[in-house]
């Protein structure tokens, strides 16, 4: 169960970073989380982030990076990698869509300032939404279901995040020009191939 609980908050945590600029409440929680911080090593030990005001902090590095990385030079969009005329699909031809309506689980553009469902920071939630579930079976003792929901989650990241995430992540660590994003992009890396070594070991027993 803990380890469940664990997963679901790193799927969320990583969403969070990935899916939009930060704001002042949200730098503040990644400052004062000493868990957080041992994710995320070079930026624990970047200077800036303890000298320097949180606005200035935003306004001046890690938004801006944010902008860089995930708007003008970096396609965070599933779609961009895996077709051919590496167009962005917006519509419901998207390849998540049907996987998200099976499970129930609906993307709210206004919030996250997205215009394709395979936002790399949204299929993160997605898993985040996967791992909440499988921890509610777990808690309700339903062994079926774990199992189910399980094999969605490795089906999920064999065929959407693993097939296109690590190109991206590789990207954004060679082009970060700040500390989060960098760590964030080698964290993400490294969880979901882990996480899905998990999964196949779990649903193998």
Do not use: C
């Amino acid at each position: 169960m803990e380890n469940t609980k664990a997963r679901a908050n790193i799927y969320a945590l990583l969403s969070r970073v990935l899916l939009q600029e930060l704001d002042l409440e949200m730098l503040e929680i990644i400052k004062k989380d000493e868990n957080i911080l041992d994710f995320f090593p070079t930026l624990k030990e970047w200077k800036q982030l303890w000298e320097v005001e949180g606005s200035v902090l935003l306004e001046e590095y890690l938004n801006p990076d944010f902008v860089n990385l995930s708007i003008l030079h970096i396609i965070p969009y599933e779609t961009f990698y895996t077709r051919e005329d590496q167009k962005i699909e917006t519509g419901g031809a998207n390849p998540v869509t049907d996987i998200y309506s099976a499970s129930n689980f609906i993307v709210d553009y206004e919030l996250s300032r997205t215009v394709a469902a395979d936002h790399i920071g949204i299929e993160l939630e997605f898993m985040y939404h996967l791992v909440s579930a499988e921890e509610k079976a777990m808690q309700e003792n339903d062994a079926d279901a774990v199992k189910s929901i399980r094999e969605v989650q490795m089906e999920f990241l064999n065929k959407h995040l693993l097939r296109w995430a690590p190109m991206y992540l590789l990207n954004v660590k060679f082009e970060a020009r700040t500390p989060l994003y960098y760590d964030a992009a080698d964290m993400a890396l490294e969880f979901i191939l882990s996480d899905n070594e998990y999964l196949v070991k779990e649903l193998s027993i």
